[in-house]
């Protein structure tokens, strides 16, 4: 893995690990499925990881989106920039920063395939985030 240039992320990515391990565990206890991190850092300087997850209906994915922002705002104290996309919900976007969480229906994950279009990213494992699935 390209190490973040330290003038850009003058204190590293451990922040954003933190913040896409919470969205992951959040997505995964509600049924979010086919989840992955995507390691940006080489690829922009604007954020460091892009978290996907499919969900398989607009309420599964409200409530997934909800239960994210709860969780990264009230307890990490991190605060939402924006989000996109939640009131036709086949794609609801989560923008935290150096942390972008994108949350699909199986069609549009499927039409958008931002795993292509991010290829030069670096799939980080769900385990090395502490994360194992059930």
């Not at 690990?17 to 390691?39: H, P, Q, S, T, W």
């Not at 209906?57 to 969780?71: C, F, G, N, Y």
């Amino acid at each position: 893995m390209i190490a973040p240039s330290r003038s850009i992320r003058p204190h590293g990515t451990e922040e954003s690990r933190k913040l896409a391990a919470a969205a992951v565990r959040v997505a995964i206890e509600n049924n979010g499925f086919d989840v992955m991190v995507i390691d940006v850092c080489a690829q922009s300087a604007e954020f460091d990881l892009f978290v996907l997850v499919t969900g398989t209906s607009r309420r599964q994915l409200h409530a997934i989106s909800e239960l994210i922002d709860d969780k990264l705002e009230k307890e990490l104290g991190d605060c939402r920039m924006g989000i996109e996309g939640y009131a036709e919900s086949r794609w609801i976007v989560l923008d935290y920063g150096s942390v972008v969480i994108h949350l699909f229906d199986e069609e549009t994950r499927e039409y958008y395939d931002l795993e292509s279009l991010w290829a030069d990213g670096t799939p980080i494992p769900l385990a090395d985030l502490g994360i194992t699935e059930e």
